[in-house]
């Protein structure tokens, strides 16, 4: 449950749902190809991230869709979960020490010590994958981060950027609104979103520029402090994930793939240039969130079909570089 402080819960243990098959695993030898759940029920990302599957048959892959603490079944504290302190232990550093567990037990459980292990995830999942690759890379050979938009979550760039992204999308393609729009937050599962955000994500929701089409939303930093404080007894740490998860300072990162689609409008938070020659960027013009994630489609743009294939080919060669790095350690 805490994997960090030993005092206050010991060694207490919950329930983390996971989704796995080996359909096409080449047993203890064929990669793992291990998708970090973001916040929601892991069946809404397994659902929509046929890519996965169609990558490990290529690559006869064994494939884990792993479930995020506080989501879907993965509840700690059962019905108590979302009660205060309980709600605390929902954190990214948390999450991910999970995943790393997770992985790391499964290898064992599945004499799996051979297979390298390739993370993905879209959106916040995506940048799960990117922090996995940063945090474990003993574990983790290599990250395909799908609309991750890791660098507007850590305050860098500007905080209207997605606003004005959207109305440049949809003004590009002529579409009229008949009244203004607004970010959906009142479901729980974003409640629970906005307290990671409260302390360690950005929380970027402030247009107030009249060239946006949305409404003036004045979600200040002292607006930002009063919301977490009153919502859920925490001050925000708005530098965090510039220390913990390096900021835009990646360069000396290896193996990770940031994939955005031009007709998104998070893409521009995200890394849109590539950092070195493992550091790779590739932008799909005609693509929207996560669209490289989904399963193929006849009418995908051709865009997404070439974006797959270098995913496809990048992965293949991280998977051979781990196995010889493998042997040779052995």
């Known amino acids: 449950v805490d994997h960090f402080n030993f005092n206050s819960l010991g060694n207490a243990t919950f329930n983390q749902r996971y989704l796995i098959t080996d359909r096409f695993w080449k047993k203890s030898f064929g990669p793992i190809f291990f998708y970090t759940g973001n ?14 599957l169609e990558l490990a048959a290529q690559q006869e892959a064994l494939v884990i869709f792993a479930e995020h603490r506080y989501y879907g079944r993965s509840l700690p504290f059962g019905n108590q979960s979302f009660s205060i302190p309980e709600v605390g232990l929902l954190t990214v550093e948390q999450a991910l020490a999970d995943y790393a567990l997770m992985i790391t037990e499964l290898k064992l459980q599945l004499a799996a010590a051979q297979s390298p292990v390739i ?4 959106s916040y999942g995506g940048m799960l ?3 996995m690759r940063l945090k474990y890379p003993n574990i983790v050979a290599g990250a395909l981060a799908a609309s991750a938009p890791i660098l507007s979550t850590a305050g860098f760039g500007d905080p209207r950027q997605f606003f004005r ?3 440049a999308v949809s003004l590009g393609e002529q579409i009229r609104l008949k ?48 919301y977490c404080s009153k919502r859920w007894g925490v001050q925000p740490r708005p530098g965090w994930l510039r220390i913990q998860f390096w900021g835009d300072d990646l360069s000396t990162a290896s193996n990770i793939i940031f994939s955005n689609g031009d007709l998104d409008p998070w893409a521009n938070g995200g890394v849109r240039n590539s950092l070195s020659p493992s550091l790779i960027a590739i932008n799909i013009s005609d693509g929207a969130h996560h669209l490289d994630l989904r399963g193929s489609n006849a009418a995908d743009p051709e865009s997404v079909v070439k974006a797959r294939k270098m995913e496809a080919e990048l992965i293949a060669a991280w998977v051979k570089m781990e196995r010889v790095r493998f042997r040779q350690s052995h």
């Open 119 to 122: 993370v993905f995830g879209g």
């Open 129 to 131: 994958s990117v922090y």
């Open 165 to 167: 992204d959207v109305t």
């Open 39 to 52: 916040e929601g029920d892991i069946w809404e990302f397994a659902l929509n991230s046929g890519f996965i």
């Open 179 to 226: 009244r203004p729009l607004g970010v959906g937050c009142h479901d729980d599962r974003s409640r629970r979103f906005f307290l990671q955000a409260c302390t360690e994500i950005e929380m970027c929701y402030e247009s107030n520029n009249v060239t946006d089409m949305f409404p003036p939303m004045t979600f200040t930093q002292e607006a930002r402090q009063l």
